[in-house]
């Protein structure tokens, strides 16, 4: 699985970013997707997942109600809606694609929230 993300840039404090993510491939559908973030010096963290049908979901408390994530498995995309952004936000926003025992990453989309 090849994955390839999209959708960073520089946003002021309290603004909006949708980040997307498309991967390759037709078997979309039977794998878990996911974001994590890594912010300058400091250890990569899991953002939010989404189940391959969509209808499971699970977000870190830091983005709970600010952020939304979504997929069309039509498109083979996952989308992040980043609403309410903090400085704190800022990092290097990564997909992954699991299933079973095997994961895969893309290469990350580079978020900055500015004062």
């Known amino acids: 699985v090849q994955l390839q993300a999209s959708g960073g840039g520089l946003v002021q404090a309290g603004g909006s970013l949708r980040l997307s993510c498309t991967a390759s491939?037709?078997?979309?559908?039977?794998?878990?997707m996911g974001w994590f973030r890594q912010a300058a010096g400091k250890e990569r963290e899991f953002v939010a997942t989404i189940s391959g049908s969509g209808g499971n979901t699970g977000y870190a408390d830091s983005v709970k109600g600010r952020f939304t994530i979504s997929r069309d498995n039509a498109k083979n995309t996952v989308y992040l809606q980043m609403n309410s952004l903090k400085l704190e936000d800022t990092g290097v926003y990564s997909c992954?694609?699991?299933?079973?025992?095997?994961?895969?990453w893309g290469q990350g989309t580079l978020v900055t929230v500015s004062s």
């Open positions: 491939g037709r078997t979309f559908v039977t794998y878990n």
């Open positions: 992954t694609a699991r299933r079973g025992g095997d994961k895969y």
